[in-house]
């Protein structure tokens, strides 16, 4: 293996690796806002957005709000309460743009 095919190995193993966690993340974030009673398609088109845009922090707050099935309305009402300014936003901007259809992470199904 030559010193430049062996650089490349480490650079690809590196991207791989600082992938995971954000996938393992978005996964996890969906599988929260299921919990919360947000359908899959709605769950899997925020989750992608929210990861991308909130903290750990802000992720583990949405995992405390498990609630039977709910309307995307209910939930962003429920996030409000959690009193997180930028989480709230984010929350709402990412409810809006999926619900309607409107963000790129919508995929239609």
């Given at each position: 293996m030559t010193s430049h095919s062996a650089t490349m190995s480490a650079c690809c193993l590196v991207l791989l690796t600082a992938c995971t966690p954000a996938k393992l993340a978005e996964g996890r974030v969906?599988?929260?806002?299921?919990?919360?009673?947000?359908?899959?398609?709605?769950?899997?088109?925020?989750?992608?957005?929210?990861?991308?845009?909130?903290?750990?922090?802000?992720?583990?707050?949405?995992?405390?709000?498990?609630?039977?099935?709910?309307?995307?309305?209910?939930?962003?009402?429920?996030?409000?309460?959690?009193g997180d300014r930028e989480l709230i936003e984010v929350t709402l901007g990412s409810a809006l743009l999926c619900a309607a259809g409107l963000a790129p992470e919508r995929k239609p199904g």
């Open positions: 969906r599988s929260a806002l299921m919990d919360a009673g947000l359908s899959q398609p709605n769950a899997a088109c925020m989750a992608e957005r929210m990861t991308d845009r909130l903290t750990l922090g802000q992720l583990r707050k949405l995992q405390t709000l498990q609630a039977p099935k709910r309307s995307i309305a209910d939930y962003v009402t429920t996030v409000r309460r959690v």
